[in-house]
């Protein structure tokens, strides 16, 4: 077969395969990596990550923890408390991708959301100065978010630093008291392993209740063993007892070098006892407080 003969022959195959077609051979299909485009975080501090990580515009449904950034979150559709959830209300929000801690693993709503197929992301919930930046190296995996984690880290290391410069000035280790109230027929105190006592110790202090574990109610015999030379609070507790003032009126705490010396400090919950992304800044400035009144009074 001659050259032209040979040109002929495939210019005649080519025009066959496109007039009749041909059998592809079968081509690898690569399924696409899943879109997180609707989240819903179930817990005050993974919210706060989630708007430092620059994922704030995905939220579209947020618990009742979760206030901070106020402004951001004021509009969000709020969903109960995460063991408490409306789960009916959760599920018409039609989320991508839920965030929860690993602490409240065996809620009941939560089950069932996995059970309906809803894919939920647990976090570390550990009361740790750890905790904020281990959540976000999870979510920043999750969503790919590389640059945004390494700039939450720097600013994160930074507030570390300078809370162990604040831990350096304090003098003393001042027995720190922390009660939960919601009125004056609702007072509860934090004794170990719970996050009042590991904000209290990062701060420099020493938990008044080493008895028990976890929370139990405010007692008189409680608070003459507990000898609190700081007593600390939500602000909305103080506020619920009608201030300091009306502190001093629950039974037994006048009476406590705490009560005597007017050592009362109030800060917000979750910057307090969230350990989000502020936490490091959370225990410098309750260290400063702690130093403060250190520095009016006699702290042994």
């Known amino acids: 077969m001659n050259t032209t ?82 789960v009916e209300a959760l599920l018409s929000l039609q989320p991508d991708l839920v965030l929860a801690e690993r602490t409240d693993e065996a809620s009941a709503a939560l089950q069932q959301l996995e059970g309906a197929g809803v894919e939920v992301l647990w976090l570390d919930g550990s009361f740790s100065l750890e905790k904020p930046m281990a959540q976000a ?39 720190v008291l922390f009660i939960y109230a919601r009125g004056k027929g609702s007072l509860m105190v934090a004794g170990k392993n719970t996050a009042a006592s590991a904000m209290i110790e990062l701060a420099g202090g020493q938990n008044a209740v080493q008895s028990f574990e976890g929370f139990r109610a405010l007692s008189a015999e409680g ?35 705490a009560g005597q010396q007017g050592h009362i400090i109030g800060m917000d919950g979750l910057y307090l006892l969230g350990f989000t992304p502020r936490a490091a800044r959370a225990a410098a400035d309750l260290s400063e407080r702690l130093q403060a009144l250190s520095d009016a009074y006699t702290l042994n």
């Open 5 to 86: 003969t040979l040109l002929e022959y495939w210019v005649f195959a080519l025009l066959c395969v496109s007039l009749f077609g041909c059998q592809a051979e079968p081509q690898d299909t690569v399924d696409e990596p899943p879109s997180y485009e609707r989240l819903v975080s179930l817990s005050g501090g993974i919210t706060e990550l989630l708007y430092e990580l620059g994922q704030g515009d995905k939220i579209v449904g947020i618990d009742v923890t979760s206030t901070y950034p106020a402004d951001k979150v004021a509009q969000l559709p709020r969903l109960g408390h995460v063991r408490q959830l409306n």
């Open 137 to 175: 190296e999870q979510i920043s995996q999750k969503l790919e978010l590389g640059q945004e984690l390494k700039r939450l880290r720097q600013a994160y290391e930074a507030d570390k630093k300078r809370l162990q410069q604040v831990r350096q000035a304090v003098e003393g280790t001042p027995k």
């Open 223 to 257: 608070l003459m063993q507990a000898q609190p030379e700081v007593l600390l609070l939500f602000k909305s507790g103080l506020q619920s007892l009608g201030g300091v003032d009306g502190l001093l009126q629950v039974p037994g705490l006048a009476q406590t070098p």
